[in-house]
Nanobody, 135 residues
Framework: QLQLVESGGGLVQPGGSLRLSCIAS????????VGWFRQVPGKEREGVSC????????NYADSVKGRFAVSRDNAKNTVYLQMNSLEPEDTAVYYC????????????????????????????WGQGTQVNVST
């Protein structure tokens, strides 16, 4: 079964940090652009960041720019999302997903980044990991 599995979520105080991991199961992540997304109850899923297959392009939503950093280790079949200076507004379930290969990373260059129609193109969604930022 082709699936991505997220981990690393938890409870952290404002200003704290977490590192999320996204591990591929059943397929090789190395030639795939990966996106990170988040969702809170009652709201649409939001694009957070993406990274192309070789890691040469990484983009971020304005709300997390300068605080989050996406990276990947293709040898470990894993993509990471380092989240620093966390704010209560970052509380959400965080997901990773794979861009279909036929787009060759194009969705990670689009403006605006990871708009709702583009989010719907992504595949192999994981179950998500909960991030809570609170005192």
């Amino acid at each position: 079964q082709l699936q991505l599995v997220e981990s690393g979520g938890g409870l952290v105080q404002p200003g704290g940090s977490l590192r999320l991991s996204c591990i591929a199961s059943g397929f090789t992540l190395g030639d795939i652009t990966v996106g990170w997304f988040r969702q809170v109850p009652g709201k649409e899923r939001e694009g957070v960041s993406c990274i192309t297959s070789e890691g040469d392009t990484a983009n971020y939503a304005d709300s997390v720019k300068g605080r989050f950093a996406v990276s990947r280790d293709n040898a470990k079949n894993t993509v990471y999302l380092q989240m620093n200076s966390l704010e209560p507004e970052d509380t959400a379930v965080y997901y990773c997903a794979a861009e279909p290969k036929r787009f060759y990373g194009a969705t990670c260059h689009a403006v605006p980044l990871l708009s709702p129609p583009v989010i719907n193109l992504y595949e192999n969604w994981g179950q998500g990991t909960q991030v809570n930022v609170s005192t």
